[in-house]
Protein backbone atom coordinates (compact mmCIF):
# COMPACT_ATOMS: atom_id res chain seq x y z
CA UNK A 1 0.00 0.00 0.00
CA UNK A 2 1.10 3.59 -0.72
CA UNK A 3 -0.04 6.67 1.46
CA UNK A 4 0.53 9.72 -1.58
CA UNK A 5 0.56 13.19 0.15
CA UNK A 6 -0.19 15.91 -2.52
CA UNK A 7 1.93 19.05 -1.31
CA UNK A 8 1.44 22.16 -4.13
CA UNK A 9 2.58 20.45 -7.18
CA UNK A 10 4.33 17.94 -5.80
CA UNK A 11 3.26 14.10 -5.15
CA UNK A 12 4.96 12.59 -2.03
CA UNK A 13 4.52 9.07 -1.21
CA UNK A 14 5.85 6.66 1.57
CA UNK A 15 5.18 2.45 1.53
CA UNK A 16 2.71 1.72 4.40
CA UNK A 17 1.37 -1.15 5.62
CA UNK A 18 -2.65 -1.69 6.89
CA UNK A 19 -2.93 -2.65 10.74
CA UNK A 20 -6.34 -3.68 12.66
CA UNK A 21 -7.27 -2.38 15.67
CA UNK A 22 -5.95 -5.26 18.16
CA UNK A 23 -1.79 -4.43 16.04
CA UNK A 24 -2.59 -1.27 17.18
CA UNK A 25 -2.99 -1.56 20.49
CA UNK A 26 0.76 -2.54 20.60
CA UNK A 27 2.06 0.77 19.14
CA UNK A 28 -0.19 2.89 21.58
CA UNK A 29 2.36 3.38 24.52
CA UNK A 30 5.11 6.17 24.91
CA UNK A 31 7.57 3.61 25.23
CA UNK A 32 6.63 1.31 22.02
CA UNK A 33 6.57 5.21 19.92
CA UNK A 34 9.67 5.80 21.48
CA UNK A 35 11.44 2.48 20.12
CA UNK A 36 9.83 2.71 16.70
CA UNK A 37 11.50 6.13 16.26
CA UNK A 38 14.73 4.73 16.73
CA UNK A 39 13.97 1.47 14.70
CA UNK A 40 12.87 4.30 12.11
CA UNK A 41 15.88 5.64 11.15
CA UNK A 42 18.60 2.14 11.20
CA UNK A 43 18.04 -1.49 12.50
CA UNK A 44 18.77 -2.39 16.04
CA UNK A 45 18.87 -4.63 18.98
CA UNK A 46 17.20 -4.59 22.16
CA UNK A 47 20.03 -3.55 24.84
CA UNK A 48 21.35 -1.15 22.68
CA UNK A 49 17.89 0.64 22.16
CA UNK A 50 17.77 0.46 26.18
CA UNK A 51 20.89 2.28 26.32
CA UNK A 52 19.89 5.25 24.09
CA UNK A 53 16.42 5.42 25.91
CA UNK A 54 18.13 4.79 29.63
CA UNK A 55 15.64 2.15 30.13
CA UNK A 56 15.71 -0.96 31.80
CA UNK A 57 16.20 -3.86 29.04
CA UNK A 58 13.16 -5.54 30.33
CA UNK A 59 10.74 -2.99 30.12
CA UNK A 60 12.27 -2.48 26.36
CA UNK A 61 12.03 -6.33 25.44
CA UNK A 62 8.51 -6.11 26.31
CA UNK A 63 7.93 -3.92 23.95
CA UNK A 64 9.63 -5.52 20.92
CA UNK A 65 8.31 -8.76 21.76
CA UNK A 66 4.16 -6.99 21.55
CA UNK A 67 6.10 -5.03 18.13
CA UNK A 68 7.18 -8.32 16.55
CA UNK A 69 4.07 -10.01 17.31
CA UNK A 70 1.86 -7.60 16.06
CA UNK A 71 4.17 -7.93 12.83
CA UNK A 72 4.91 -3.85 13.14
CA UNK A 73 8.86 -4.39 13.46
CA UNK A 74 10.92 -7.82 11.92
CA UNK A 75 13.98 -9.27 12.73
CA UNK A 76 16.31 -8.40 9.50
CA UNK A 77 19.74 -10.00 10.94
CA UNK A 78 21.59 -11.80 14.01
CA UNK A 79 24.82 -11.86 14.95
CA UNK A 80 26.68 -13.07 18.07
CA UNK A 81 27.68 -10.96 20.64
CA UNK A 82 29.51 -11.62 23.64
CA UNK A 83 28.37 -15.47 23.09
CA UNK A 84 24.89 -15.05 23.10
CA UNK A 85 22.76 -14.15 19.73
CA UNK A 86 21.98 -10.69 19.08
CA UNK A 87 18.51 -10.28 17.60
CA UNK A 88 18.77 -6.55 15.24
CA UNK A 89 15.00 -5.25 14.47
CA UNK A 90 13.74 -3.02 11.82
CA UNK A 91 10.06 -1.71 10.60
CA UNK A 92 8.33 -3.92 8.86
CA UNK A 93 7.02 -0.46 6.40
CA UNK A 94 7.57 2.77 6.65
CA UNK A 95 4.23 3.71 7.87
CA UNK A 96 1.55 1.80 9.41
CA UNK A 97 -2.71 2.74 8.43
CA UNK A 98 -6.11 1.91 10.16
CA UNK A 99 -8.69 2.27 7.38
CA UNK A 100 -12.15 2.42 8.38
CA UNK A 101 -13.82 2.96 4.72
CA UNK A 102 -13.69 1.23 1.95
CA UNK A 103 -10.90 1.94 -0.95
CA UNK A 104 -12.44 4.71 -3.70
CA UNK A 105 -11.12 5.09 -6.91
CA UNK A 106 -7.82 7.81 -7.41
CA UNK A 107 -7.83 7.76 -10.91
CA UNK A 108 -9.41 6.08 -13.87
CA UNK A 109 -5.68 4.59 -15.04
CA UNK A 110 -5.72 2.71 -11.94
CA UNK A 111 -8.85 0.64 -12.19
CA UNK A 112 -6.60 -1.22 -15.04
CA UNK A 113 -3.59 -2.13 -12.24
CA UNK A 114 -4.91 -5.32 -12.08
CA UNK A 115 -4.04 -6.25 -14.93
CA UNK A 116 -0.94 -5.73 -15.12
CA UNK A 117 -0.19 -8.11 -12.01
CA UNK A 118 2.25 -9.22 -10.56
CA UNK A 119 4.43 -6.69 -12.50
CA UNK A 120 2.52 -3.76 -11.20
CA UNK A 121 0.77 -3.99 -7.25
CA UNK A 122 0.23 -1.19 -4.85
CA UNK A 123 1.66 1.32 -7.19
CA UNK A 124 5.23 0.11 -7.03
CA UNK A 125 6.91 -2.24 -10.22
CA UNK A 126 7.95 -5.41 -9.06
CA UNK A 127 9.47 -6.41 -11.66
CA UNK A 128 13.34 -5.83 -13.53
CA UNK A 129 12.74 -5.02 -17.31
CA UNK A 130 15.93 -5.92 -19.49
CA UNK A 131 17.20 -4.43 -22.47
CA UNK A 132 19.72 -5.18 -24.64
CA UNK A 133 22.80 -4.09 -24.51
CA UNK A 134 23.97 -1.07 -27.25
CA UNK A 135 27.22 -2.63 -27.19
CA UNK A 136 28.83 -5.38 -29.39
CA UNK A 137 28.04 -9.11 -27.74
CA UNK A 138 26.87 -12.53 -28.22
CA UNK A 139 28.27 -14.49 -30.92
CA UNK A 140 26.61 -12.33 -33.34
CA UNK A 141 28.12 -9.17 -31.89
CA UNK A 142 24.77 -7.42 -32.02
CA UNK A 143 24.13 -3.56 -30.50
CA UNK A 144 20.82 -2.77 -29.75
CA UNK A 145 19.25 0.12 -31.09
CA UNK A 146 15.69 -1.22 -29.15
CA UNK A 147 16.76 0.64 -25.50
CA UNK A 148 14.72 3.91 -27.05
CA UNK A 149 11.85 2.46 -27.33
CA UNK A 150 12.00 1.59 -23.64
CA UNK A 151 11.60 5.02 -22.63
CA UNK A 152 7.56 5.03 -23.87
CA UNK A 153 7.43 1.78 -21.92
CA UNK A 154 8.83 3.61 -18.67
CA UNK A 155 6.45 6.45 -19.25
CA UNK A 156 3.47 3.90 -19.81
CA UNK A 157 4.33 2.12 -16.90
CA UNK A 158 4.46 5.38 -14.76
CA UNK A 159 1.00 6.26 -15.02
CA UNK A 160 0.31 3.24 -12.71
CA UNK A 161 2.99 4.01 -9.79
CA UNK A 162 3.34 6.08 -7.22
CA UNK A 163 6.58 4.79 -5.69
CA UNK A 164 9.99 3.52 -7.28
CA UNK A 165 12.12 3.25 -4.55
CA UNK A 166 14.96 1.58 -6.66
CA UNK A 167 16.34 1.53 -10.29
CA UNK A 168 14.76 -1.12 -12.05
CA UNK A 169 16.05 -1.40 -15.24
CA UNK A 170 19.54 -3.52 -16.40
CA UNK A 171 21.23 -4.51 -19.20
CA UNK A 172 21.20 -8.33 -20.70
CA UNK A 173 25.26 -8.14 -19.91
CA UNK A 174 24.35 -7.36 -16.33
CA UNK A 175 21.74 -9.66 -15.42
CA UNK A 176 22.77 -12.13 -12.50
CA UNK A 177 21.22 -16.16 -11.89
CA UNK A 178 19.24 -14.14 -8.94
CA UNK A 179 17.69 -11.08 -11.50
CA UNK A 180 16.44 -13.95 -13.50
CA UNK A 181 14.30 -15.25 -10.56
CA UNK A 182 12.23 -11.92 -10.06
CA UNK A 183 9.56 -10.69 -12.83
CA UNK A 184 11.20 -9.38 -16.15
CA UNK A 185 10.04 -6.86 -18.75
CA UNK A 186 12.28 -8.27 -21.23
CA UNK A 187 12.72 -5.77 -24.47
CA UNK A 188 14.11 -6.80 -27.77
CA UNK A 189 14.29 -9.61 -29.68
CA UNK A 190 16.62 -12.52 -29.30
CA UNK A 191 19.59 -11.47 -30.78
CA UNK A 192 20.08 -8.40 -28.94
CA UNK A 193 18.29 -9.22 -25.40
CA UNK A 194 20.14 -12.68 -24.41
CA UNK A 195 17.60 -13.07 -21.41
CA UNK A 196 14.96 -13.06 -24.34
CA UNK A 197 17.85 -15.83 -26.22
CA UNK A 198 17.70 -18.04 -22.97
CA UNK A 199 13.89 -18.20 -22.97
CA UNK A 200 12.98 -18.09 -26.36
CA UNK A 201 12.54 -21.66 -27.54
CA UNK A 202 10.31 -22.16 -24.42
CA UNK A 203 7.44 -19.93 -25.18
CA UNK A 204 4.23 -20.28 -26.88
CA UNK A 205 4.97 -17.72 -29.38
CA UNK A 206 9.03 -17.40 -30.24
CA UNK A 207 11.79 -16.12 -32.70
CA UNK A 208 12.65 -19.18 -35.25
CA UNK A 209 16.07 -18.76 -37.30
CA UNK A 210 16.02 -20.36 -40.88
CA UNK A 211 17.90 -18.23 -43.36
CA UNK A 212 16.03 -15.34 -41.85
CA UNK A 213 14.45 -14.73 -38.69
CA UNK A 214 10.75 -14.73 -37.70
CA UNK A 215 7.85 -15.31 -35.55
CA UNK A 216 6.34 -18.70 -35.38
CA UNK A 217 3.19 -18.98 -33.56
CA UNK A 218 2.13 -22.41 -31.87
CA UNK A 219 -1.70 -21.18 -31.67
CA UNK A 220 -2.17 -20.37 -35.18
CA UNK A 221 0.90 -22.72 -36.99
CA UNK A 222 1.67 -19.48 -38.41
CA UNK A 223 4.98 -17.93 -39.70
CA UNK A 224 5.50 -13.93 -39.79
CA UNK A 225 8.58 -12.77 -41.35
CA UNK A 226 8.11 -9.02 -41.76
CA UNK A 227 10.58 -7.11 -39.98
CA UNK A 228 7.97 -4.58 -38.68
CA UNK A 229 6.27 -7.48 -36.82
CA UNK A 230 6.75 -8.30 -32.77
CA UNK A 231 4.69 -10.32 -30.24
CA UNK A 232 3.66 -8.61 -26.81
CA UNK A 233 3.53 -12.00 -24.91
CA UNK A 234 2.80 -12.52 -20.95
CA UNK A 235 3.85 -15.73 -19.53
CA UNK A 236 5.35 -17.78 -17.12
CA UNK A 237 9.50 -17.26 -16.04
CA UNK A 238 10.80 -20.68 -16.32
CA UNK A 239 13.58 -19.85 -13.76
CA UNK A 240 11.42 -19.11 -10.97
CA UNK A 241 8.09 -20.61 -10.04
CA UNK A 242 5.29 -18.03 -10.00
CA UNK A 243 7.36 -15.45 -11.85
CA UNK A 244 6.38 -14.05 -14.71
CA UNK A 245 7.40 -12.55 -18.30
CA UNK A 246 6.19 -9.89 -20.30
CA UNK A 247 7.94 -9.74 -23.69
CA UNK A 248 8.04 -6.89 -26.02
CA UNK A 249 9.95 -7.70 -28.65
CA UNK A 250 10.14 -7.64 -32.58
CA UNK A 251 12.07 -9.53 -35.69
CA UNK A 252 13.95 -5.97 -36.27
CA UNK A 253 13.85 -2.66 -34.22
CA UNK A 254 10.87 -1.76 -35.73
CA UNK A 255 9.46 -4.76 -34.79
CA UNK A 256 9.88 -3.81 -31.55
CA UNK A 257 9.20 -0.35 -31.46
CA UNK A 258 5.81 -2.11 -33.26
CA UNK A 259 5.41 -4.34 -29.87
CA UNK A 260 5.84 -1.13 -27.19
CA UNK A 261 3.14 0.89 -29.29
CA UNK A 262 0.68 -1.95 -29.34
CA UNK A 263 1.32 -2.59 -25.31
CA UNK A 264 0.69 1.28 -24.47
CA UNK A 265 -1.98 2.24 -27.36
CA UNK A 266 -3.98 -1.01 -27.46
CA UNK A 267 -3.36 -2.02 -24.07
CA UNK A 268 -7.38 -3.50 -24.07
CA UNK A 269 -6.95 -5.44 -27.14
CA UNK A 270 -3.86 -7.48 -25.19
CA UNK A 271 -5.37 -8.29 -22.72
CA UNK A 272 -8.47 -9.99 -24.90
CA UNK A 273 -5.92 -12.78 -25.04
CA UNK A 274 -4.80 -14.33 -28.46
CA UNK A 275 -7.88 -14.50 -31.38
CA UNK A 276 -6.55 -18.22 -31.30
CA UNK A 277 -6.46 -18.80 -27.40
CA UNK A 278 -8.44 -15.98 -25.41
CA UNK A 279 -6.88 -17.41 -22.34
CA UNK A 280 -3.45 -16.34 -23.18
CA UNK A 281 -2.02 -13.06 -22.76
CA UNK A 282 -0.19 -13.35 -26.58
CA UNK A 283 0.00 -11.41 -29.13
CA UNK A 284 1.18 -11.28 -33.28
CA UNK A 285 1.28 -7.65 -34.24
CA UNK A 286 2.70 -5.55 -37.36
CA UNK A 287 3.36 -1.91 -37.50
CA UNK A 288 2.18 0.55 -39.64
CA UNK A 289 2.78 3.52 -41.13
CA UNK A 290 -0.52 4.94 -41.13
CA UNK A 291 -0.09 8.66 -42.23
CA UNK A 292 3.05 7.75 -44.36
CA UNK A 293 5.56 9.45 -43.11
CA UNK A 294 8.44 6.92 -43.28
CA UNK A 295 7.88 6.22 -39.37
CA UNK A 296 5.68 3.46 -37.41
CA UNK A 297 3.02 5.34 -35.51
CA UNK A 298 0.22 2.60 -35.65
CA UNK A 299 -0.15 -1.60 -35.52
CA UNK A 300 -2.19 -4.26 -36.64
CA UNK A 301 -2.98 -7.16 -34.69
CA UNK A 302 -2.66 -10.21 -36.60
CA UNK A 303 -3.57 -12.64 -34.14
Not at 57 to 69: A, F, P, S, T
Amino acid sequence: MQVVKRTGKNVLSVSAKEITGSQLKSVSSELAQKVLKILSKQENYPKDIAKQLKMHEQKVYYHIRNLEKAGIIKVIREETRQGATAKYYALSDSAFVMRYKDFKDAKKIAEDTVDLQPFVSNGELHSKIIIGSPFSHGPERSQSRDGYYGIDLALFLGTFLTHLPESKVLLDTEVTPEDLKENLILLGGPVVNKVLEKVNSKLPIRFVKDKKWYIYSRFSKKKYTAGECGMVLETANPYAKGKRLLILAGIRYSGTKSAVLALIKNFDKFLKGNKHNKKEKASVIEGVDADSDGIIDSVEFLE
